[in-house]
């Protein structure tokens, strides 16, 4: 790993959750979040996974430069896992991916809050020690209100539908396109 990607996985800070820079000691949590099927609903893989192959996963993320945190609450408890990959450097963007894996918090406003809190890094200029990122962008199942919600709570606007796109269950699911800007971010974020 590059100084500059180590540099870019700082801890990051919010006002209840913490995001610790994803390690190998996390993969059973995130396992086992995995292993839920109430959580993987509306995840884009659902095969539960071994030891082994969250451990190859783990690998092959961090080899392609995937920027991972654990969401920790206010107790430093886990709670869930938040990432950012795909980063292009030319065009300035990113995708998103956000699992709060512990359902008995669900509701609580921890998505919301693990959401502003990497998106002010993602969207931070890289002379502060930030991202510098102009876009941060992902796919969400249609039918996934709360995530849509939470997303559209931290500025992310539709971009569109991808109809039909993917099959589970026995039907075809549509995915929402949502993307948020950084000049949108910051104005939204900033103190009233
Ligand atoms: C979707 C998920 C991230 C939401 O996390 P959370 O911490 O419960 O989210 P928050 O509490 O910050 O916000 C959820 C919002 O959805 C609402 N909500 C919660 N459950 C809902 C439901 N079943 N139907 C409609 N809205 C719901 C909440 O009221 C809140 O909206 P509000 O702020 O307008 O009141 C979490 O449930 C999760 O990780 N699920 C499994 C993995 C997943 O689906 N990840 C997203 C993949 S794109």
């Known amino acids: 790993m590059s100084d500059s990607s180590l540099a870019r996985l700082a801890e990051l800070r919010g006002r209840r959750v913490r995001l610790i820079p994803f390690d190998e000691r996390h993969l059973e949590a995130l396992r086992r979040w995995r292993s839920d099927p109430e959580v993987t609903r509306y995840w884009v893989t659902q095969a539960a996974a071994t030891p082994e192959q969250m451990r190859a996963w783990f690998d092959r993320n961090r080899a392609a430069g995937v920027l991972m945190w654990l969401i920790a ?95 589970r269950d026995g039907s075809w699911h549509d995915q929402i396109l949502m993307s948020v800007l950084e000049h949108e971010f910051t104005e939204l974020d900033a103190p009233r």
């Open 73 to 167: 609450d206010e107790h430093g408890r886990p709670i869930g896992y938040i990432d950012l990959f795909a980063l292009d450097s030319v065009n300035r963007k990113a995708e998103l991916s956000l699992m709060i894996g512990e359902r008995h918090v669900w509701g609580r406003g921890y998505a919301r809050e693990a959401l502003r809190t990497l998106l002010r890094h993602a969207f931070a200029p890289v002379a502060t020690g930030g991202l510098g990122l102009h876009k941060v962008y992902l796919s969400v199942f249609a039918e996934n209100v709360a995530a849509r919600r939470a997303y559209a709570a931290c500025g992310f606007r539709e971009d569109g539908i991808l109809r039909d796109d993917i099959y």
